[in-house]
DNA sequence: ACGGAACGGAACGGTTGCGTCTCGACTAGC
DNA sequence: GCTAGTCGAGACGCAACCGTTCCGTTCCGT
């Protein structure tokens, strides 16, 4: 292998230089592993092994199981999020929706979502991460929809936030990581309608 | 303990005479432990010990962790069905919210479920066991709603079933055992509302 | 009251993962 | 080119759990 094609960075400031693409791999195989065993299985030996890594090129870059989730999670769940602003309620909504299914449909992710969500019911230190990252900032695009569409005059000035929530997220949720049935082109028009009609009530 | 008081019965015709007492409290350690544990982590070991049985009496009634997970998770599943029919829409679909919120509020189904699910998504066997107990128990029940209220003229004939399910179940489940927020009374009123206006469009 | 069988408990050998540590090899920065 | 530090690999002691097998005890059916 080039390791030197690949630059190296010294990731703590005034701490050891780690090699990027050791780096690079070893997320990659953790949430590969992550897919594959679930958190409560994971073994970061097995991680390791699947990124042609010793052990202890884990221990020197993260303290434990969970902090490595943490760190690993939180960085790609930020890079997924988009806040749609069409200037338009439904169009907004069929954004968001389709967005979603999109995230939602990646192998890994699909395998990998509900299995952090019943640790985080369980663990206290890493449901206190995951929400903070990938919840809330999924939750303020969704609000700021919501927003939008109030200041449009296309929802009541009284509109329950949360209540209308549970209609962004709940159905694409439950059709594509509970059910496991992929969502056609064709149905996210109609999703993104019955939404709107149900935010509208 | 006066094991004497609860009969015993034969479990499997010409098996060996099992005790109800000791079944029963392997069942309870059993949901306990997959609380506390998850799926991936949960040791037999540690559900005889909280059942105060030996691991023998486990291998005596189950050949493994998933065959006790299958046969145990399908029993309580069954039991908690429940159809409502009260020949209108809106009042069948608050009936199936507040069911559902009950079922799910309960502190062990809400940890099990998300666990179970994510389990599920990488263990085919026990996701066949689990999807053909409990989701179509429950899809059953969810379709008869839709197909009563069709046959009143409340929903259109072409109404696509599917997609109502998720309006059905999605948004609560996500509030429950993905937001994990408790739902107040009121909200319930308010959640069917948006589900039956959802449904019509 | 008796025989048989299930009981709780403990030990078995085997497997796996933890977190630490030590190799010789290689690569960085000076 | 020299030194320091990371690299892959793997052995280490420790702990947990697996599934099985054995106790001596307790309970059931007859």
Known sequence: MNRAAIPTSRRRPGGPVLQEDVTLALRTAFFEELAAAGYGKLSL???????????????RRWPSKQAMTAELVSQ????AIGTPDTGNLRDDVTRFVRDSLVALSHPIVSKIAPDLLAEAARNEELAETLLSHVRDSRRKSAAHIIHGAVERGELPPDTDIELNLDFLAGPVYWRVAVVRVPV???????LAAKIVAAMKA
């Open 184 to 190: 056609g082109d064709d149905h996210i028009d109609r």
């Open 45 to 59: 030996e097995a991680v390791a092994r699947r990124a042609g890594a010793g052990k202890a090129a884990i221990y």
């Open 76 to 79: 790609v769940a930020i890079e």
